[in-house]
């Protein structure tokens, strides 16, 4: 057996990781303080506490519906940006034609290009199309951005799968169309739900992009965006709040899947114990 | 402790001054004793194979005398002073990696420099040192490649000389030949073994492989389940081998077993007579020990049997074969190249060929 | 194996996507940077004016600097952070180095505008931070300079990053053999000797990939400065924004927005040669 015994110590570096930690952690953590205080965002130390601020969010209907339009375009986003990409990430795995590395190249550069520049190039795109901001610009919007990340993933996992796989699919004497449906998709399954969780989250969050073809009808983001202009109060702690809670949830959702889907036991769990004979 | 097996005997080549010594070492990795109280001594000068089946404790012993780990008891010294002690990049001592672990952003001259860099060796004695190892390993042209455009037995080549140029007292070998293919392997065996011939450095070598073993070490030490099975040169291994273990370990053998009783050895249909006191034996008989009968003459220090042959393969320059003595009893003969052989032979062997081995 | 069907099928839904939605629209990017605004109307008359201001007005290359400044500052203090904190997970963490991946991947799926937000509310006069100096008594009076400062937009923008430098380094430093490190130690180099001579210059692909990552998203960020930058710490994506709002100028807009493009795809260029370069496997 050649496992490592013990891990060395490094004090000093602990403590440096714990302060990294800490400067990462303390503006949420203060976030969800206040958001249960009932003088104000500011001043220390919390003196109030209180449910209040969660009862005015509650009652604010603008809020949900802005909300629920989110819901929607994420949705959507999710639906396009997975379809699309995993036919970008087919024809990269497999399909071989002139322009290739440039079509590369350019699904992934909305990913790395700054949000404003999306935002723009689009908002001219609407606007030469005659197309009126609005909720729909938006989903355009993000889902042009996000196809990126779809891609990526599902690109990665094409490349885990094993080729022979289908091969031996076509073998036993099923068509393309078949051995897709049932190997392909099925090897892809945890590619997928990483790649939509991502852009759902990813959608839900978008400012930069929105923030250009937005129309009468906010995104949640932009709904709080417009209320900082008015001036802060505890209730976007409190949405902000919310909002940290079900990312974690949904963090803490897409861990079991993928737990359960690989397995414990599974080879690669293994491999990175370093078990060799 | 004293649940584990005791030392087997251990001769030192004569005139030899003990470099490494063993002493009781035990390595237990969570509830697992991967070493049992092993005591060895490595002769200075002396090519020393550690011999073993995966799990049997021979690549944690390199690691604990390298230093990447830790008896959990048990000293280890190296001449006079106390080794286990120190961390691994103060012990005179070298390792080549079984995968070579070769710098992937360092050249391969670079890579042999890399111990004598770090030293803050002068750059003349550096340069000379380095180009003194590469000629060694004949990879004088291959000094500015990166480890990625060398083949696996360059790679090989150049993971051996970053180990030599520091001049170790002891270098420690991790399989380094089991990624290599049967001919690129055979010709690595020579070229090692002639150049720790040449520069006399104290070689412990760790491979599963007994055929490597033997064609390359001064001795050999067994190990068996983390303990050590017999410590003894090729020759004697082979000839003597103490258990039953080490004779099926070491090359092919028929092993028999059955009892000694008033005088007279039996097991299964081979008898023979025996001076040693009664009850249950194992014998070790190599296939190579057991002749095809020539003719009716019988010799009182002979055994005869006869036996039905089963199965032939045909090995080259030897034919081994299956035979069937009847009761279930198969033994493997080893008889030279001479066409098919089919039913009944009678086959001889002489009194002195079955060495008693132990459990 | 593939019919030429099937790449066909599976290749041209993406391309017409991209065609139609990146190109067409950086072009109109670009051709709008060509173009001006007489009496507050666009016209389509195509000219380099746009260029010729940029280039001699030193407004514009005053922000462009401080948005570098700004960008290079944050690069370089999430490295510090965020190289560190790998090291640690990667090397020193043991069992524990899963769980405590996860709590830093945990930030990175918070939103963006809440993140800015938390730091508005403590950074301010009436902030978090003032109160909690003044209740120490550190202070007697609130400090200005926290809020609507370059500083602030830096403090926001590393808190925002680090995560995102952590990563490519973190994978980089756990694909670096075990091996190899046993070999530089066999080979007689102390710890620092090599961190300094392996796992750093092995590390420098994921290193180079997360500042990349770092600079050019820092160097776009107009929502930071709007936030908690105040008039001082405006950033080259505000005089944007603002030419696309109120100071109603879109020709000129998109001229900066092709500077900033072609500042990106530089860095991006630059820093994928270099990653080239300095990977060895």
């Known amino acids: 057996m050649t496992r490592s015994s013990t891990v060395r110590r490094a004090p000093l570096l602990a403590l440096y990781a714990t302060f990294v930690f800490a400067f990462i952690y303390l503006p949420i953590v203060v976030l969800v303080v206040y958001s249960f205080n009932r003088d104000g965002v500011g001043g220390f130390p919390p003196r109030h506490f ?26 959507a986003s999710v639906a396009l940006s997975l379809g699309l990409g995993l036919l970008a990430a087919l024809a990269l795995d497999r399909a071989g034609f002139p322009g290739k590395s440039l079509f590369r190249r350019l699904v992934l550069l909305p990913l790395i290009l700054p949000g404003i520049i999306t935002g723009l190039s689009l908002l001219m795109f609407a606007v030469f199309s005659g197309l009126h901001p609005s909720l729909a610009t938006v989903f355009l919007g993000h889902a042009t951005a996000l196809i990126s990340v779809a891609t990526t993933e599902l690109f990665a996992g094409l490349q885990k799968l094993d080729r022979a796989q289908e091969e031996a699919s076509l073998d036993l004497g099923a068509t393309p169309w078949q051995t897709f449906w049932r190997i392909t998709l099925p090897n892809l399954k945890l590619s997928l739900i990483a790649a939509g969780l991502l852009i759902f989250t990813l959608s839900m969050d978008e400012i930069a992009v929105t923030f250009f073809l937005i129309g009468r009808d906010n995104t949640l983001p932009l709904e709080i965006w417009a209320r900082l202009r008015r001036g802060i109060t505890p209730e976007i702690n409190a949405i902000s709040t919310l909002i940290f809670v079900s990312s974690v949830a949904l963090l803490v959702i897409w861990y079991h899947l993928r737990a359960r889907s690989l397995g ?12 060799t004979s | 402790m004293s649940a584990f097996p005791a030392n087997p005997p251990q001769e030192l080549p004569a005139k030899s001054a003990a470099l490494l010594e063993l002493r009781n070492v035990a390595k237990r990795f969570a509830a697992v004793d991967v070493l049992k109280n092993i005591s060895l001594n490595i002769a200075s000068g002396e090519f020393l194979t550690l011999l073993g089946e995966s799990g049997s404790g021979k690549t944690t012993v390199l690691r604990l005398i390298a230093g990447f780990e830790q008896p959990s008891s048990g000293e280890i010294w190296m001449s006079g002073e106390r080794l286990d002690l120190l961390p691994p990049y103060k012990r005179r001592v070298n390792t080549v990696f079984q995968n070579y672990a070769l710098f992937p952003h360092l050249s391969a001259c670079d890579n042999v420099a890399y111990g004598l860099r770090v030293k803050n060796t002068p750059t003349s004695e550096l340069a000379a040192r380095v180009e003194e190892a590469l000629r060694m390993v004949k990879m004088q042209g291959f000094a500015g490649s990166r480890p990625a455009r060398l083949s696996g037995g360059q790679q090989q080549r150049i993971a051996l000389a970053r180990a030599l140029v520091n001049r170790p007292r002891l270098l420690l070998l991790d399989e380094p030949l089991s990624a290599l293919d049967a001919n690129l392997r055979k010709q690595m065996q020579g070229e090692l073994k002639s150049l720790q011939r040449e520069i006399g450095v104290t070689f412990l070598f760790v491979t599963h492989d007994q055929e490597e073993a033997m064609a390359l070490s001064d001795r050999i030490a ?24 080490t004779a099926e370990f070491i090359g092919q053998t028929n092993l028999l077993r059955g ?14 007579p025996s001076d040693e006191a009664d009850g249950a034996v194992i014998f070790s008989l190599r296939p190579e020990a057991i002749r095809i009968c020539a003719d009716d003459k019988r010799q009182p220090s002979e055994v005869r049997f006869r036996a039905a042959v089963r199965q032939q393969f045909y090995g080259g320059s030897s034919e081994l074969l299956e035979v069937d003595c009847g009761n279930g009893q198969t033994l493997r003969v080893r008889v030279p190249v001479g066409g098919p052989l089919a039913g009944e032979q009678d086959f001889v062997f002489s009194l002195c060929d079955p060495t008693r081995v132990a459990e | 194996m593939y019919s030429r069907a099937y790449k066909t099928l599976v290749s041209l839904p993406p391309l017409v996507w991209v065609g139609t939605f990146l190109l067409l629209p950086y072009a109109l990017v670009f051709a709008h940077s060509l173009w001006a605004v007489r009496e507050g109307v666009m016209v389509h008359d195509w000219n380099l004016d746009n260029y010729k201001a940029l280039l001699t007005n030193p407004l514009y290359a005053v922000v462009l600097f401080r948005t570098m400044h700004i960008a290079a500052s944050v690069t370089l203090c999430a490295i510090l952070l965020g190289y560190p904190l790998a090291y640690y997970l990667a090397f020193h963490a043991g069992a524990r180095k899963e769980l405590l991946y996860q709590l830093v991947i945990v930030p990175l799926w918070v939103s963006y505008l809440v993140r800015g937000y938390a730091w508005k509310t403590i950074l301010g006069s009436d902030g978090v931070l003032n109160g909690f100096l003044q209740y120490l008594h550190l202070t007697r009076e609130p400090v200005g300079y926290f809020l609507y400062s370059p500083f602030a937009v830096v403090l926001m923008l590393t ?29 007689g180099a102390s710890s620092v000797q090599t961190f300094w001579r392996v796992i750093l210059p092995l590390s420098m692909p994921g290193l180079l990939a997360g500042a990349t990552f770092a600079f050019v998203l820092s160097l776009g960020d107009f929502l930071a400065p709007l936030l908690v930058g105040g008039p001082s710490g405006t950033m080259i994506a505000n005089v944007v924004q603002s030419l696309f709002g109120a100071a109603f100028d879109w020709p000129l807009g998109a001229a900066i927005s092709v500077g900033i493009l072609v500042i990106t795809i530089s860095l991006l260029c630059l820093g994928e040669f270099l990653e080239k370069r300095w990977a060895f496997q």
């Open chain 2, 259 to 272: 009892e000694i009783r008033g005088g007279m050895v039996t097991c299964g249909a081979l008898r023979w």
């Open chain 1, 50 to 75: 209180t449910l209040g601020w969660y009862t005015v969010l509650f009652a604010d209907s603008s809020i949900w519906n802005s909300v629920l339009n989110s819901l929607i375009v994420a949705a």
């Open chain 1, 264 to 275: 414990a036991r599974s080879p690669e769990f293994l491999e990175q114990l370093g078990e």
């Open chain 3, 159 to 187: 808190h925002i990053y680090t995560p995102f430098v952590f990563l490519p380094i973190y994978a980089a430093l756990e694909h670096v053999p075990r091996p190899l490190l046993e070999a530089s130690q066999d080979l």
């Open chain 2, 222 to 245: 067994l190990l068996r389940d983390g303990a050590l099975e017999q410590v003894a040169s090729p020759r004697e291994i082979y000839a003597h081998p103490a258990t039953a273990y």
